[in-house]
């Protein structure tokens, strides 16, 4: 049994339900290195988070839940998703990863929404679709938002500077 840990969460693998089998048909996996399915994240042994997929590659993880339904969708509250958002940005900081992002994919769904300020795809568009990562590293999250705060403001100037400060950090990270 594999079990990973990202203080102060540990990964281990749970029971796999048969109402992911379309989910795991649909999924595009050619970017990345590996995935894990069916995994739950424990914090002092207290189960915190459980996500469906996690698909990773050098620099970037995915983290995935599935709805067998937009019945079982509609019962997520959007706080809900936030934390599940959240927790993954941790695991993925803890677990070395500079980028992350996580989705919730449900059967049935029509069209692509957003809940909490998460993407939410219908189980049909999961093939094709194309991660978007963001950064798990708060000093280049804020860093952007000063970014685009200058760019709103026509500061070019000050937007060349903090470009290159933001390349400067993006080269140390390990």
Request: charged share 25%; net charge neutral; hydrophobic share 40%.
């Given at each position: 049994?594999?079990?990973?840990?990202?203080?102060?969460?540990?990964?281990?693998?749970?029971?796999?339900?048969?109402?992911?089998?379309?989910?795991?048909?649909?999924?595009?996996?050619?970017?990345?290195?590996?995935?894990?399915?069916?995994?739950?994240?424990?914090?002092?042994?207290?189960?915190?988070?459980?996500?469906?997929?996690?698909?990773?590659?050098?620099?970037?993880?995915?983290?995935?839940?599935?709805?067998?339904?937009?019945?079982?969708?509609k019962d997520l509250s959007s706080r809900r998703v936030q934390q599940m958002n959240s927790f993954a940005k941790n695991i993925a900081r803890g677990l070395g990863y500079?980028?992350?992002?996580?989705?919730?994919?449900?059967?049935?769904?029509?069209?692509?929404?957003?809940?909490?300020?998460?993407?939410?795809?219908?189980?049909?568009?999961l093939g094709s679709y194309q991660p978007i990562f963001t950064s798990t590293i708060a000093e280049l999250e804020y860093l952007n938002k000063i970014i685009a705060k200058?760019?709103?403001?026509?500061?070019?100037?000050?937007?060349?500077?903090?470009?290159?400060?933001?390349?400067?950090?993006?080269?140390?990270?390990?």
């Amino acid at each position: 049994m594999i079990e990973l840990s990202s203080d102060p969460y540990v990964l281990k693998p749970r029971n796999t339900p048969l109402t992911e089998a379309d989910f795991r048909l649909h999924l595009n996996i050619s970017w990345c290195r590996g995935v894990l399915f069916n995994v739950v994240a424990l914090k002092n042994s207290i189960a915190v988070v459980e996500y469906d997929a996690l698909l990773w590659s050098d620099d970037s993880v995915m983290f995935i839940e599935y709805k067998d339904s937009v019945a079982a969708y509609k019962d997520l509250s959007s706080r809900r998703v936030q934390q599940m958002n959240s927790f993954a940005k941790n695991i993925a900081r803890g677990l070395g990863y500079k980028n992350f992002t996580f989705i919730v994919v449900v059967k049935g769904l029509e069209e692509p929404l957003n809940k909490g300020g998460v993407e939410v795809l219908p189980l049909y568009a999961l093939g094709s679709y194309q991660p978007i990562f963001t950064s798990t590293i708060a000093e280049l999250e804020y860093l952007n938002k000063i970014i685009a705060k200058y760019i709103r403001s026509g500061k070019e100037d000050v937007v060349k500077e903090l470009e290159k400060l933001k390349k400067i950090f993006e080269m140390e990270q390990p």
